[in-house]
């Protein structure tokens, strides 16, 4: 049984529902032992779910506070999503995950898991309709995430296929697609970052099962890596969304063991 914890989730400082109080009084609740907030870091232009770089300092502050006062029931971690595109942190935060949310193609910011219709838009538009082109171009950026955050979490690694059960454009088995991966797979492999297993999209209604793929995590298990499980929540009900059973399940799939922040941060 692992012990529940999530180090991916959202307040009220980006685009989460609610704040920080409040998520650790449901995580506490929930008998979530380890909590880390991860809320977007800022963009250098106009971005509505990050961030704003003024309110950084009290962002860091609530958390602090929070985490002093809160000791005795959970601990409390002070992390980032930074964004292959932000600027770098203004503050040194206990964690980074790394993650892309756009991609830049012709001067154009193009965001990754904005809705199915505006990825068809984009790819129509920006890549004359080859899907494997946009896909092709998301990895690139994910192949050097690590590079670029210095993250300790590679945050929903295949994001690119959020809307993919319900719009199925992307074959994923196409070589275009697979050569995608896997050579993100083999530049991030040889980093000290770890892979999150993200149940985020299935608590929002998107997807039906976690980031990555089932493929990929068994590939990556067979590689040897070791996960770090994560609810990437916006709200406070779903902070421990499905970990539980996802544990169970992954225990099947003879991944035996999820790893916990401090153990990253070790690398
Ligand atoms: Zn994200
Ligand atoms: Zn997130």
């Not at 609610?18 to 979530?32: D, G, L, S």
């Not at 790819?123 to 080859?130: E, K, Q, V």
Request: aromatic share 12%; net charge negative.
């Amino acid at each position: 049984m692992i012990k529940l914890s999530t180090y991916h989730l959202h307040t009220t400082f980006s685009d989460g529902e609610f704040p920080p109080a409040e998520m650790i009084r449901v995580a506490i609740n929930f008998k979530c032992k380890e909590i880390g907030f991860s809320d977007h870091a800022p963009m250098d232009f106009d971005c509505c779910w990050s961030m704003k770089k003024e309110e950084i300092p009290d962002y860091v502050s609530v958390i602090e506070a929070l985490r002093e006062e809160k000791k005795e029931q959970i601990k409390v971690y002070l992390g980032i999503e930074q964004d292959y595109f932000s600027p770098e942190p203004t503050f040194k935060p206990d964690y980074i995950i790394g993650s892309v949310h756009y991609i830049l193609k012709d001067g154009h910011y193009l965001e990754i898991d904005k809705s199915a219709e505006v990825m068809k838009n984009n790819i129509d538009t920006y890549y004359n309709g080859d899907v494997y082109a946009y896909c092709e171009d998301y990895y690139a950026l994910v192949a050097d995430i690590y590079n670029k955050t210095q993250c300790d979490i590679i945050g929903h690694f295949d994001l690119v296929t959020k809307f993919n059960e319900k719009m199925p454009i992307i074959d994923t088995s196409h070589p275009r697609y697979v050569n995608a991966v896997n050579k993100a797979i083999e530049a991030l492999i040889k980093t000290p970052a770890t892979f999150e297993i993200n149940t985020g999209a299935i608590a929002r209604g998107y997807r039906t099962k976690p980031y990555p793929s089932e493929e990929i995590i068994l590939q990556l298990r067979d590689m040897g890596e070791v996960f770090v499980l994560n609810s990437d929540t916006h709200t406070d009900y779903t902070i421990t969304y499905n970990l539980n059973e996802y544990a169970r399940i992954f225990d099947k799939m003879g991944i035996k063991y999820i790893k916990s922040l401090e153990e990253i941060l070790q690398k």
